[in-house]
């Protein structure tokens, strides 16, 4: 037999040798997951390109409320899908959107034993599918829109959200919101800064799932996927202007800038596995290309690796099934 002062293979030989040296374990309690509610829908209506995940009715969302809260999930994060949209998405600061109604269903249903966090952003809302207000020559104009986010914290927090998600990346927004809701004694709402999302090219189904009307892009405003550094910046200012916790968006091709934000920051850290990669695992799935339930569970261990505590994932129900089943 040759001798070998270490050989790794003795800690991998059994399963539960293998659980017991493992370094990073997900965990239900820091999975979220994103949600749909569509404004009058009598029933859910699926996502063609998000196979599995549908814009839900009322009925259908306060199922999932429930299922989401005995799974003791760590939180539902909320976007609505108005009927009718303008050019100002006035319909996110009223104090009835099909936002805001959502928050209510999610709070009478599950109380405080789960988390809402409602999205705070304005691409849901408006005729023109960006993030925000245009000015006279069709650009985003992020003061403008700053006011109508400080409108939209508001609407959404009187409803019952417990942490809101300020997905726009307009400079600023994090103070802005933060003084919206301390002046209105709001004090206790907690922010969730998408502090680092990329223009990134898997965002394709979500905007499907919110019937997005965009026509171009959001390069002016979201950060350029080609750089790293940036996004350090962007946190260090989303943190000194409140925020409490910090998110990258996407997961899967950012693990580096998640690695990055989680050694630099002392908030927690999130990050979003995005639709495009939850549909490319979906894909490969269902052409036979691959295991799906393994896929799904490395996936999801690798961003929690990278130092992401929070991850928002179209498959947080069924990850806490199969880590239960493990």
């Known amino acids: 037999m040759t001798a070998l002062p270490e050989r790794p293979r003795r800690l991998r030989r059994t399963p539960a040798i293998r659980r017991l040296v493992r370094e990073t374990t997900v965990d239900p309690a820091g999975l979220v997951l994103p949600v749909f509610v569509r404004e009058g829908a009598s029933r859910p209506v699926p996502i063609r390109s998000m ?109 019952g959200a417990d942490i809101l998600g300020l997905s726009g990346m307009m400079d600023g927004q994090v103070a802005a919101v933060r003084a919206s809701l301390d002046g209105a004694g709001r004090t206790d709402v907690a922010i969730l800064a998408y502090a680092a999302k990329y223009a990134s090219a898997f965002y394709g189904p979500f905007r499907e799932a919110v019937e997005s009307q965009l026509d171009g892009d959001r390069r002016a405003y979201q950060q350029d996927p080609a750089n790293r550094r940036e996004a350090l910046r962007e946190v260090r200012l989303d943190v000194a202007e409140g925020a409490d916790i910090v998110m990258v968006k996407p997961a899967l091709a950012y693990l580096d800038v998640i690695a990055d934000v989680s050694a630099a920051g002392d908030v927690p850290t999130a990050a979003y596995v995005v639709s495009g990669e939850y549909a490319m695992v979906e894909a490969a799935a269902a052409a036979g290309m691959i295991d799906r339930e393994r896929a ?9 690796r990278a130092g992401a505590r929070i991850i928002a994932t179209y498959w947080a129900l069924e990850a806490t099934r199969l880590l239960a089943r493990a």
């Open 296 to 304: 799904i569970m490395e996936v999801l261990g690798s961003v929690n």
């Open 51 to 159: 196979p599995g995940v549908v814009q839900h009715s009322e009925s259908s969302f306060r199922a999932t409320v429930l299922a989401a809260a005995d799974a003791r999930i760590g939180g539902l994060m909320v976007f609505g899908v108005p009927v009718a949209r303008d050019p100002h998405g006035d319909a996110a600061c009223d104090e009835h959107s099909v936002l805001a109604e959502a928050v209510r269903w999610a709070r009478a249903e599950a109380g405080d034993a789960l988390p809402v966090i409602a999205d705070l952003c304005l691409d849901e809302f408006t005729s023109h599918g960006h993030c925000g207000v245009l000015d006279a020559d069709g650009n985003v104009d992020n003061d403008a829109t700053l006011a109508v986010y400080r409108r939209m914290a508001l609407a959404v927090a009187d409803a």
